[in-house]
């Protein structure tokens, strides 16, 4: 998760890189890099899930994922562009979705036939989803002093590295410091660790302590005026190049 949203916050200098100046490309890779993120999830349950020979479970979340996808396709790319955002946005969200409505199909069957208990996977999860946000906010600002893309590939790669160090950084940290490393890694990682006292001490919790409430609230707030500075200012751009390739799918048309 932490490396798709990095990912997806320097595609721009990241296609530069690799590709060169394009209208569509970064636009297409910053939202596109979700799919493959939820693509895997759906590829590791659905791994399990023929592992354990319920191969029932496997057509159905399939079947379910394929007309979800069929249904959403053409309708979303015109909300999308009714809300002046790129309409190729809309068929990108469709395979997102189908993804995702498949994997929690896969889940639901993993939880209520096979007992499987996701307290602490979600409780990690929302430890994860803190730092990345808290990564997201903290490369934001780093914006306003390096700019995002430079004049050269060199100069790209360049700004790649120190927004990935940075990013990298800031997020370990968290994770060091809300313990959520011993609660993935174990906690040998400790020996790893010269000063321990970087480490939280590692504790039983409840699912819905206060504290976690308010961490999810704080990333919701995040993640919310991130979105409203997308409006805002990055709209704008998004209507020149959406009518540029309304153009263009309709000749192909």
């Known amino acids: ?32 890099i979700f799919v493959g993120l939820a693509m895997g999830l759906f590829t590791s349950a659905i791994t399990i899930i023929q592992v354990l020979k319920d191969y029932k479970t496997v057509f159905v979340s399939l ?9 959403l396709n053409n309708s979303l790319m015109g909300t999308f562009y ?16 189908a993804y995702i409505v498949s ?4 889940l639901i069957v993993l939880h209520g036939k096979y007992k499987v208990n996701y307290e602490n ?27 995002l893309v430079g004049d050269s590939r060199i100069s790209n790669l360049f700004i790649i590295l120190v ?32 000063n321990k006292r970087w480490v939280m001490k590692k504790k039983k919790l409840k699912l819905f302590d206060k504290f976690y409430i308010v961490w999810l609230i704080i990333s919701i707030l995040l993640l919310g005026g991130l979105i409203l500075y997308y409006f805002l ?10 009518e540029s390739f309304i153009k263009s799918y309709s000749l192909i048309k």
Do not use: H
């Open 1 to 32: 998760l932490p490396m798709t949203i990095g990912l997806s916050f320097l595609a721009e200098p990241v296609w530069t890189l690799f590709y060169g100046d394009s209208i569509y490309g970064p636009s297409v890779l910053s939202y596109f």
């Open 63 to 71: 079947i379910i994922g394929v007309m979800i996808k069929i249904i």
């Open 82 to 97: 009714s809300l002046g955002l790129p309409a190729y946005y809309g068929v990108i969200t469709s395979s997102l979705v």
């Open 103 to 106: 994997f929690i199909v896969c």
């Open 121 to 147: 996977t979600v409780k990690n999860f929302m430890d994860i989803l803190c730092g990345c946000m808290l990564m997201v906010v903290v490369l934001f600002l780093v914006k306003f002093i390096i700019p």
């Open 163 to 194: 927004y990935a160090v940075i990013g990298a950084f800031v997020y370990i940290v968290f994770m060091i410091k809300m313990g959520t490393i011993n609660n993935i890694f174990g906690d040998k990682l400790n020996k790893l660790l010269k």
């Open 233 to 242: 200012v990055e709209r704008p751009n998004n209507q020149i190049i959406n």
